[in-house]
């Protein structure tokens, strides 16, 4: 994984940007969460989401659940703390 370049790819996004910054705050999240905090609707949060699971960013960590709840994985922590010295430049 590339770590810098996952990054970009999420910072390219604004969805998937305001998704990750969300786990500054909380590390297990529903996407109702998440949109009720940045004002977004919650399909767009999941499908921020959904694009971020595929990537091994976030991991779904209750899959028998209607009310998914997600977390950042290793390496997503890696990609939101390089998000954060981008952004910082």
């Known amino acids: 994984m ?19 910054r ?3 705050k909380s590390t297990v999240l529903h996407p109702s969460d998440i949109s009720r905090d940045v004002g977004r609707s919650t399909q767009n949060i999941s ?19 209607t009310w998914k709840k997600y977390m950042l994985t290793d390496d997503g922590k890696k990609i939101l703390k390089k998000v954060e010295e981008i952004l910082e430049l």
């Open 47 to 65: 499908h921020a989401l959904h694009e971020m699971e595929d990537r091994g960013i976030v991991e779904n960590i209750d899959e028998k659940s």
């Open 2 to 20: 590339d770590i810098k370049k996952d990054a970009l790819w999420v910072i390219d996004v604004d969805r998937r940007l305001i998704t990750i």
């Open 22 to 24: 969300a786990f500054m």
